[in-house]
């Protein structure tokens, strides 16, 4: 393996380490105050959901195992405003698969099925 592609791996290694560290903090608590690399949310925005719980104050880059290939991803925070704010996914809903696993399913036909 190419001393670039070892590089970048261990990048992300230490990226998802760093990431798992703070699993721990509430983003719906609006007394915490949110970590570098955080995005804010929109409440407004998070307004289709019907829910009892609080809506989140800002999301944070979030690991996930891809339920296809098994690789740890990250879902990073930007994607989250994206899937809940402007995609109007539900607020309960995290990712499940990687880029490329979801590509090559909708390829498949089978498609984002529940």
């Known amino acids: 393996m190419s001393s670039k592609k070892r590089k970048a791996r261990e990048a992300l290694q230490r990226r998802i380490a760093r990431i798992r560290a703070m699993e721990h903090i509430d983003t719906r608590d609006s007394s915490v105050t949110p970590p570098f690399g955080s995005v804010m949310a929109d409440?407004?925005?998070?307004?289709?959901?019907n829910t009892y719980d609080r809506l989140p104050v800002f999301y944070m880059d979030r690991v996930f195992v891809c339920r296809d290939c098994g690789r740890e991803e990250i879902w990073t925070a930007e994607q989250q405003k994206w899937w809940y704010e402007q995609a109007k996914g539900n607020i309960n809903a995290t990712a499940v698969r990687c880029r490329p696993c979801r590509t090559k399913r909708k390829k498949s036909g089978q498609g984002e099925q529940p």
């Open 43 to 49: 409440q407004k925005a998070l307004a289709h959901n």
